[in-house]
């Protein structure tokens, strides 16, 4: 045969580079199931039947259209368990020429593939990825010149180069972010009526990669018994058009909002099937953009969404590449404290912590506040090792992949690169929760307390993270106000919360 052409479970996209020449008489394509991607770390069992079950609705299709596909299952007896040894033995009895694949989205993997291919002695042809709105060149274009990397400054430039939303030069409305817009919280009465997303009933295919991972992964995290994710592009495409149709015109207003036993509210739903490639960016911000041209959706709200898209999307991808392999390892402000253990189990009696690991056990999905400003938030507020952050993040999530949820995980939200990605620490009280959120009714804390028997551990630790990195933090102009903050408390009452923030932490590792 000619060429090899390597399909990763995250680059199921038909229009892909890798199939510029293909020839269905000379060519194939493989793909494989290994379980080295499911155990490197302890991966919820919805995000292991995600990406096998569309890898294999893939095949399907691709078969269909007369492509000749060589898949390794899972459950194979001669599945060695690992991509380079699987890729090693596809090259032993398809004997291809060349090995050709779209650049793989995590840094470990390209390196492990090119590392094979050469012991292979076989040329391996990486195609660009255009799946995203931004090429590795135009990101480092972006960068020439910056001290600073700022996702408003990358966001303008997509927004110029695409036409998105822009009238004359000009961004629609007279402003390029409205996000001031978006922060509103529910009245006591919760969420508005809304329409729970489009789901999909699991078929036949998807059902057997469920009995495959119940079987291979028992001890995993997470349960299937909701499992309901598209897995197709055709799907994909329903589930845009129903958050065109049902969620986006509140989307804008309430993105940040939280309440109890609701997982979805606003949401889209749609970053899986992006990430998997099943859904391409442009098709999305497209139909999003109409919404607000022909008056179904609001402008604050369009615009948020998109800039999620074409704005922190290929941002975040542009950091990755960018700053790996180094950038892993980061861990800027020290911070040592291993996981809590409910982290993989939703037992605490912090209601916030018990609603949003307990949904994701679940569903496999958190929105990006319930995972920055509560389970983020409170790991950052702990002093937990960033590393051991990013892990569970890339572990519980069925959108995560290394180049999205890295720097989301370890930069954003824990503040590991010391701001590359943020300029300055997220960080709150419990009173942020309770503002945007119902969880602390009914909690036996008080956000309002840092200290004693019903303090909040989130408001003792926001204090206690402040003293601790007080003299990095007044450095830092957009943290001034919090830090003086700190400045008004008694040296008494520092004390005190030192030794309360003390005991959370012991009594997290007992």
Not at 281 to 299: D, H, T
Not at 418 to 444: D, F, L, T, W
Not at 486 to 507: F, H, P, Y
Request: aromatic share 10%.
């Amino acid at each position: 045969m000619r060429n090899l052409v390597l399909i990763l479970g995250d680059q199921l996209d038909r229009q892909s580079a890798a199939f510029d020449d293909f020839d269905p008489e000379q060519d194939v394509v493989w793909m494989a199931e290994v379980a080295e991607e499911s155990t490197k770390v302890w991966v919820h069992k919805a995000r292991i039947v995600t990406f096998h079950s569309a890898m294999r609705h893939f095949a399907e299709k691709l078969r269909a259209e007369g492509i000749p596909v060589d898949y390794l299952k899972l459950d194979a007896a001669e599945n060695p368990g690992s991509f380079g040894a699987a890729l090693e033995m596809a090259a032993s009895h398809l004997k291809p020429k060349k090995i050709i694949m779209v650049e793989a989205g995590e840094w470990q993997v390209r390196e492990n593939f090119r590392a094979r291919a050469e012991s292979l002695g076989l040329p391996l042809d990486e195609c660009e990825d255009r799946h995203f709105l931004a090429s590795h060149a135009d990101f480092a274009k972006h960068l020439k010149g910056r001290k600073q990397l700022r996702m408003e400054f990358f966001y303008r430039e997509m927004r110029v180069k695409h036409q998105v939303l822009m009238e004359a030069g000009k961004p629609v409305g007279g402003e390029w972010n409205f996000d001031q817009e978006n922060r509103k919280s529910f009245s006591k009465e919760g969420p508005p009526l809304h329409a729970a997303p489009r789901c999909f009933k699991p078929d036949a295919i998807t059902q057997e990669v469920m009995r495959v991972v119940e079987a291979r992964f028992p001890g995993h995290p997470g349960s299937l018994a909701d499992f309901d994710w598209p897995l197709t592009t055709d799907e994909a495409r329903l589930c845009l058009q129903d958050f065109i149709e049902n969620r986006l015109a509140n989307f804008g207003d309430y993105q940040d909002a939280m309440w109890t036993r609701e997982p979805w509210l606003f949401h889209s739903r749609l970053s899986v099937v992006m990430n998997l490639k099943l859904l391409d960016p442009r098709e999305v911000i497209a139909a999003a953009e109409k919404a607000y041209r022909s008056g179904s959706a609001p402008l604050a709200a369009v615009e948020g969404f998109i800039r999620q898209i074409i704005g922190w999307r290929g941002n975040v991808r542009g950091i990755y590449w960018h700053f790996m392999p180094g950038y892993v390892g980061l861990n800027e402000l020290q911070a040592t404290q291993p996981l809590p253990k409910f982290y993989w189990d939703g037992q605490t009696e912090m209601n916030c912590l018990h609603d949003a690991i307990g949904q994701t056990l679940r569903y496999g999905y958190a929105h990006h506040i319930q995972r920055l400003m509560v389970t983020g938030l409170f790991s950052l507020l702990l002093g937990v090792r960033p590393q051991a952050v990013h892990e569970w993040y890339l572990a519980v999530y069925v959108d995560a992949i290394e180049w999205v949820e890295l720097p989301n995980t370890l930069g954003m939200s824990q503040h590991g690169d010391g701001g590359i990605m943020a300029s300055k620490p997220y960080i709150a009280s419990g009173k942020y929760i309770q503002r945007m959120s119902n969880y602390c009714s009914g909690c036996r804390y008080d956000p309002a307390k840092s200290t004693g028997a019903n303090a909040c551990p989130f408001t003792t630790l926001y204090w206690d993270f402040l003293m601790r990195h007080e003299d990095r933090l007044k450095q830092n102009q957009r943290m001034s106000m919090q830090v003086r903050n700190l400045n008004r408390l008694s040296e008494g009452d520092k004390t005190a919360i030192r030794e309360q923030a003390e005991a959370v932490r012991q009594r997290l590792q007992a």
